[in-house]
């Protein structure tokens, strides 16, 4: 895969990468779908099911996933910890930083029609590009994502519960290339300088799932609680 140009995202979708850009349209459109229902008919996509763990499924999650303590593995956690302090969301997107969920993160999505997804990726390219893998990509059976810096990742949790059901019909992962992932607190430069590209990338998928964010009137600073502790 050549590298992205400035500014540009690389999107995969069912195992094959495309280049776009920052203001090219959301990956589905901006037509917000709707899920199967017995009879061949769609639903609502708000319509409810219940997940392997008989909970009533939520519409949509955005969850970051990654370590606070080690460096360019945090980028989850800033980026959730970014929109929460600085869009409102709506009522049917539960926004949540999950850490380094490992097993259990199978768990976690269970019960959810749609995920937005922000981790580190392990990718060629250079550290602070951006990388958008649907579904399809993240189950190919050669995936373009080999590993996920913390594992099992999300394409374990995947197979997982398509294998039990419960899976989200719906996942996009937006994927950020680390630079150092060691013991430390903070992001690199490149990665810190890609983190509002990340937010924009994040929100862009909430809002072509029908879920679209809009800023707060007043933000608040972002609560960075590792960085307190650790200071």
């Known amino acids: 895969m050549e590298p992205p140009r400035s500014g540009a995202f690389v999107e995969v979708t069912g195992g094959h990468a ?79 930083e999950l850490g380094t969920p490992g097993a259990d993160l199978s768990i976690l999505l269970d019960g959810f029609e749609a995920v937005v997804v922000v981790d580190t990726v392990k990718l060629p390219g250079a550290p602070g590009e951006i990388r958008v893998l649907d579904k399809a990509a993240l189950l190919a059976k050669r995936p373009l994502l080999p590993a996920s810096p913390h594992e099992p990742g999300l394409r374990e949790a995947l197979f997982a519960l398509e294998f039990h059901g419960g899976a989200p019909r719906e996942v996009r992962l937006v994927g ?37 964010a809009r800023p707060r009137a007043a933000p608040t600073a972002p609560d960075l609680w590792w960085e307190r502790r650790a200071g």
């Open 18 to 96: 495309n280049e776009r850009t920052a203001a090219s349209p959301p990956l589905t459109g901006g037509a917000p779908i709707g899920m199967e229902v017995p009879g061949g008919a769609r639903a609502p996509f708000g319509a409810r099911r219940r997940g392997r763990y008989n909970r009533p499924m939520a519409r949509l999650g955005l969850f970051g996933i990654g370590n606070v303590l080690m460096g360019d593995d945090a980028l989850g956690p800033y980026a959730v910890k970014l929109i929460e302090a600085g869009y409102e969301l709506s009522p049917e997107v539960e926004l949540r």
């Open 176 to 212: 950020v290339i680390p630079g150092p992932v060691e013991l430390e607190v903070g992001l690199s430069p490149a990665v810190q300088a890609a983190l509002p590209a990340v937010v924009a990338a994040a929100l862009a998928e909430l809002a072509a799932l029908g879920a679209p």
